[in-house]
């Protein structure tokens, strides 16, 4: 009797840990599907963003400690600028497809913004190599992932107004008139002339601009620096050319401008000659960049379960032999006892170097065939058995993730 009574115990035992475990894998695979349902939401918008943008856009991932960048994501006005296809340059280093960018300059503001996470504008400057030329003018800053992004616009028409007001005036007036963005002299506290565009992207006729004193279509919160740095200029001082502000419509929406901007004589008087580009779209993109940035981590911060970000490594016959470490959340630091600050940028390898060709396998085929996999397997480096499921919620090869739980005690108990 009293072995019937402990075999029954022994059952209710089972069932009640059974019914556990059937809890923690509906637990496991609600918060998997969460997970990919935000992922490919948050992708969507930002590639519609992504793709749909005048200007230029490039994603750059730092290596080697900031020695150089590889390219991670190229839009479609990037594409028709530099003459090139995104697949052709996607995980190529930045010096190898645009030799010049050194000696261009922006190389240098890549690796400060990297380094201090403080967005930097690089003023138009002249690139070249032995391929493609253009006057460029470029906006660049860091993501929440680390990532360096590049907003950037062909300027090589303004350029050639300039030379033009210097050689022929006659020449300079009809690029002026027909500019794609705003040109206006400024001087006294006013607008004294304006091309076309200037009224177009404010919504004032230009009888209504050169009436009022300038301040008046600046955002209020602005108007002290722009007062200031205008006086300043005129008296000599050598202030930044080029900054951002925002302006107020006719029909009362924001407008955020880029503003160029240098010293002249304009009859018989200091004045500065200013280009103005319209960036509220450039502001909406990145807007909505972080506000997707942050709702992710918001989400993989909160998960139970580990959770972390891959990039595929492939050597030069296209042979997937490696993955690099993009993100990992709480959950992962807590269970591997590694911290996303430590392993973000480097391989597994360089992390575990005894990590076992059965990971890079499992992972290998779901990187390169898209197929999801969920799988038990022991990980000899911090010596447990884990419950994975890794999948690749994107079209590129380039990426995966994996969400999984320890389960070395439950099976020691099993």
């Not at 059974?18 to 349902?37: D, G, H, T, Y």
């Not at 607008?191 to 209020?220: C, K, W």
Request: net charge negative; glycine share 6%; charged share 30%.
């Amino acid at each position: 009797m009293k072995d019937q009574a402990k075999t029954k115990q022994t059952l209710i035992g089972e069932l009640a840990s059974l019914r556990k475990r059937i809890a923690q894998l509906e637990q496991f695979e609600s918060e998997r599907r969460q997970v990919e349902k935000a992922l490919r939401a948050s992708e969507n918008r930002y590639y519609k963003l992504f793709q749909h943008m005048s200007s230029s856009v490039a994603i750059y991932e730092a290596v080697e400690d900031g020695a150089d960048f590889v390219i991670r994501d190229f839009n479609a006005a990037a594409e028709r600028l530099e003459k090139i296809q995104k697949e052709e340059i996607l995980g190529r280093r930045v010096t190898e497809v645009f030799p010049g960018v050194s000696d261009f300059g922006l190389f240098s503001v890549f690796q400060r913004v990297w380094k201090t996470g403080n967005s930097e504008d690089h003023n138009v400057s002249f690139y070249q190599d032995n391929r493609i030329s253009g006057w460029r003018e470029n906006h660049v800053y860091k993501l929440p992932s680390g990532e360096v992004v590049a907003i950037y616009d062909d300027v090589t028409d303004r350029k050639q107004a300039e030379c033009a007001l210097r050689e022929s005036e006659e020449k300079y007036r009809a690029l002026f008139e027909n500019a794609g963005e705003a040109i206006f002299v400024a001087q006294d506290g006013r607008v004294a002339f304006l091309n076309p565009m200037t009224a177009q992207i404010t919504g004032y006729s230009g009888e209504e601009i050169t009436s009022r004193p300038f301040v008046d279509f600046i955002h209020a919160d602005d108007r002290d620096m722009i007062t200031d740095r205008h006086t300043r200029r005129l008296q000599g001082e050598d202030i930044p050319r080029s900054y951002t502000f925002r302006m107020l419509r006719k029909n009362g929406s924001l407008l955020w401008v880029q503003l160029d901007t240098v010293l002249i004589n304009w009859q018989g008087k200091p004045a500065t000659l200013n280009f103005m580009t319209d960036i509220t779209e450039r502001k909406r993109i990145e807007d909505a960049l972080r506000e997707s940035e942050h709702e992710l981590r918001a989400l993989f911060k909160s998960m139970l379960n580990a959770f972390v970000l891959f990039e595929s490594v492939f050597d030069r016959d296209g042979n997937f032999v490696s993955y690099r470490f993009v993100y990992i959340n709480d959950a992962y630091e807590r269970i591997t006892g590694v911290k996303n600050n430590e392993v973000r940028g480097k391989t597994v390898h360089e992390v575990w170097p005894n990590t076992e060709a059965s990971w890079v396998k499992a992972y290998g085929d779901v990187a390169t065939t898209g197929i999801p996999s969920t799988f038990d397997m022991y990980h000899e480096p911090t010596e447990k058995l884990y419950h994975c499921n890794a999948y690749r919620p994107w079209d590129t090869k380039g990426r995966f993730c994996v969400v999984f739980e320890d389960i070395t005690e439950r099976r020691r108990a099993e």
